[in-house]
Structures are given as structure tokens and as C-alpha cells.
């Protein structure tokens, strides 16, 4: 019997959330062994919102759609910015 003066807790296990650099790489490894030019697709993709210009090859378009597209877009930018320092 339980212990009535006890609050029962339930434990969920949380999903791992992925970093967005991760998914970067891993839907622009699928595009390109797709074909596609994964610049082009990815710029698609934040400008419009369109999940289907990411390839569903490798579970690229479902991982994707994990991440924010602002999300997307700022670590784009950090890394250009890092990048850019760092030639200076």
C-alpha cells in the first residue's frame, strides 16, 4: 500500500536537445550526398519556412525542423562573425 503522505514523482527522460551547429552539419553532409547544392537549399529554407527544400534523405528535413530557423540563422552569423575576427 502506499504511502499516503508522500507526493508521487513522476520521471520523465528529456530528449537530448541538439545543438544547431550539429544539425547544420548533418543536413548539409545529406544534401550534398544527395546532390544538391546545400547552400542554396538551406537559404531556401529559413527564407521560406519550406521544410521541403531540406532533403528527407538521412532524417536531414526531420532534424531540422527541431531547430528555430532564428536559431539557424544566429549560429550562421556567429560563426561568419568568429570567422571574420579571426582574419584580423
Known amino acids: 500500500m502506499a504511502d499516503m503522505q508522500r ?9 537530448k536537445k541538439i545543438e544547431v551547429r550539429e544539425v547544420l552539419e548533418r543536413v548539409y553532409q545529406a544534401l ?3 546532390g544538391y547544392n546545400p547552400v542554396n537549399q538551406i537559404v531556401g529554407y529559413i527564407m521560406s519556412g519550406d521544410p521541403t527544400y531540406i532533403t528527407s534523405y538521412a532524417g536531414a528535413r526531420n532534424l531540422i525542423s527541431k531547430v528555430e530557423r ?3 540563422l544566429e549560429e550562421l552569423m556567429k560563426v561568419y562573425i568568429e570567422m ?3 582574419r584580423y
Open 70 to 72: 532564428d536559431e539557424i
Open 7 to 15: 507526493t508521487q514523482s513522476f520521471v520523465t527522460v528529456q530528449e
Open 32 to 34: 550534398t550526398e544527395k
Open 84 to 86: 571574420m575576427q579571426s
